[in-house]
């Protein structure tokens, strides 16, 4: 018995020193890391619990009573990565006893076993195949250990009984029915010795050893929301999503150059008609300089009225019903112009917010305003940006990109600043 644990054992320990070599060759992605608070789980099983060979003499049966119980678990266990996980579990074997023991021609009740063990758990098709999200069925082995206390009616619990350390490890099976729901079972060894021997590997240190099946459930409670924020702003930094970024950033950029070649249309415009302006009042006086007057200021105002169509950047922040907070899936489209702002000091933008028809005039203004200001604040606070360089202004449901009801129109859109 005691070879068949030892060999166990080293299988383990060799299958553990070289998962991480095998699950690097895999070319999966790379399991993300989370917080303490992330990824933990309860859960608890029915066992049943097969005494093999009980006394202090190398597992000798016929000197001491076998049994069949059964018992319950209850545990709490947390992922540490995609092959690893550990368990503090709490066993209280034997509910009832089927059979009872004969010592001597005196038949006494089977010992009532609790244990307290940390164990560690090793996913083998994790390890081998690495890291896949999507996987349901997992195959582990595990192996711990901790305290444990045996007793009986004629050696109660309050006299603590055969108390000692407990190892146990064994094969594992789970499977995930639901993002936090699992079903597992198990099949392993629990080895008990006595406190007062100095060495539990002495054959007068072992008091018992428990063939286990165990069938439990347990309840991932997944991801903190903390973590997944930090796991989106690191997603954001993968190579492809920073091609996406910097394509949107040279989009802003061509969008910058076209306005300032807008701007510079628009100054020669202005400085034409202040040449006809001079000329009309050197020629003709002062009835035609009021004439020309106005049409300078007609082209001027057309152009500033205008300038939502024609200074728009080529993207939009977009939203959920009802919501004002920008989302992790939008926030690098506030991020890239921020950038565009940083590369060009002295763009100023009109931030403008939106809302689809859903609710009232009142309400939707007041909300195309909470997203506009929203945005101001992330590019201020989180980006550095210069408040005076960023004006807001809010339509509500007054201006509609395409279909009324449409998505498209719960946004909030950048446009450059003509002075």
Known sequence: MMKKVFKFLVVMSLLVASSSAIAQNTGKPEYPHYGFWSNWSIGGALTLNNQAAMGPIAFTPELWRVSTNLGVDIFAQQKLNHAF???????????????????????YEMDKHRTLTLDILFSLNNALKGYDPDRRFNLYIYAGGGLGISANDENSLIDFGAWGITLDGGLGMSYRFGDPHHLFFEYGYD?????????????????????????GYFYCFGVTAADQAIAAQKAMLTQENFGALNTQVNNLETQVVSSRNNEKKLENRIAELEDQLAEAMANQGQKVNNAASDSLQAVIDQIKADQLNFYAMPFSVQYDVNAWQVSDEEMDKVKAVARVLKDNGDVKIMVVGFADYTGSDQYNMKLSEKRANEVKRLLVKKYGIAEDRIQTDYKGKSVAFGDIQYALNRRVSFYRVID
């Open 85 to 107: 996980d550990w368990r503090l579990r709490f066993a209280y074997g034997t509910l009832g006893s089927v059979r009872e023991g004969d010592v001597d021609g005196v038949t």
């Open 191 to 215: 080895i008990n010795g006595d406190a007062p021997s100095p060495s539990l590997f002495f054959s007068s240190a072992l008091h018992h050893t428990n063939r286990i099946f165990r069938l």
